[in-house]
C-alpha cells in the first residue's frame, strides 16, 4: 500500500504571497490532518478532515485554511504570507471514522515551506 | 498549545545501551502515542497505549503509562544507531472531535 504522499516536497516563497499543499492519504483512510512544525513552536496542529469536512481545527489565523476532496485527497492555502510561516508542514491520514475513535496517524514526507 | 513534555530533551547513549525517555502530560486522556522522526523528515508511529493500558511492548521498545500521575515512558532496548531520532509523545483527550497534541520532543543520538 502507498504511503501518504505530499506535494511539493519544497517551496520558496515572497512575503505576501500564497500557497497551497497537497497530500494524497493511504487508499481507504477518509481521515486526513494537517500539522505545522517549526523548531520554536514544534508540531502544531492545524485541522482535521473527513468526508470532506472540517471536523477539527487547531488554534491557527483565518490565513491558514484547507479543504478535502471527494477521493479523500487534501489541499492546505496559506495567503498572504509571513516570515513566520516558514516550517515543515506535515500532513497525516488514519483510519478514524468517529471522532471518538483511538487512532494512529501516518505521515507525509511533509513540504518544506520557506517564506523569504 | 503542548500537552506533553518530553524528559530529557536530548539523551545520547551508546550503542547496545538503553534508552528510556519520559512523558508528563496535563488533562485526562482516552490514549497516548509515540511517534519517531528522523531528521526533518515525516513521523513514524511507534506504539499506543489506551488510558485503563498500564504498560506495552512491541519489539524493542516498552511503554508504560499511569494515569495517577500522567505520565508515559518510552524504553528502547538494546539501542542501534538507525535509532538516533527524534521521539515525541502525542496524547489524544477523550470526547468526541478528539485530536493529537504533541510534546516538543526528545532528541537521541546512539553513538556505534
Known amino acids: 500500500k502507498a504511503g501518504v504522499t505530499q506535494t511539493p516536497r519544497y517551496l520558496i516563497k515572497t512575503r505576501g504571497q500564497q500557497v497551497t499543499l497537497s497530500c494524497s492519504p493511504i487508499s481507504g483512510h477518509r481521515s486526513v490532518s494537517w500539522y505545522q512544525q517549526t523548531p520554536g513552536q514544534g508540531l502544531q496542529f492545524l485541522f482535521e478532515?473527513?468526508?470532506?469536512?472540517?471536523?477539527n481545527k487547531g488554534n491557527f489565523p483565518g490565513r491558514f485554511s484547507g479543504r478535502q476532496f471527494s477521493n479523500s485527497r487534501s489541499e492546505m492555502n496559506v495567503s498572504t504570507l509571513e516570515l513566520g510561516d516558514s516550517a515543515l508542514y506535515l500532513c497525516?491520514?488514519?483510519?478514524?471514522?468517529?471522532?471518538?475513535?483511538?487512532?494512529?496517524?501516518?505521515f507525509g514526507p511533509g513540504t518544506r515551506l520557506t517564506v523569504t | 498549545s503542548q500537552q506533553g513534555e518530553e524528559d530529557p530533551q536530548a539523551l545520547s547513549i551508546q550503542e547496545g545501551e538503553n534508552a528510556t525517555m519520559n512523558c508528563s502530560y496535563k488533562?485526562?486522556?482516552?490514549?497516548l502515542q509515540w511517534y519517531r522522526q528522523n531528521s526533518g523528515r515525516g513521523l513514524v508511529h511507534l506504539i499506543l497505549?489506551?488510558?485503563?493500558?498500564r504498560e506495552k511492548h512491541s519489539g524493542r521498545l516498552r511503554v508504560t503509562l499511569d494515569t495517577s500521575k500522567k505520565s508515559s515512558s518510552l524504553l528502547i532496548t538494546a539501542s542501534r544507531a538507525a535509532d538516533t531520532a527524534s521521539y515525541f509523545c502525542?496524547?489524544?483527550?477523550?470526547?468526541?472531535?478528539?485530536?493529537?497534541?504533541f510534546g516538543k520532543g526528545i532528541t537521541l543520538s546512539v553513538r556505534p
Open positions: 497525516a491520514s488514519s483510519r478514524r471514522t468517529s471522532g471518538r475513535e483511538s487512532y494512529e496517524q501516518y
Open positions: 478532515y473527513f468526508s470532506e469536512t472540517q471536523r
Open positions: 497505549i489506551r488510558s485503563n493500558e
Open positions: 488533562t485526562s486522556i482516552n490514549n
Open positions: 502525542a496524547t489524544v483527550t477523550s470526547g468526541a472531535n478528539s485530536k493529537l497534541t
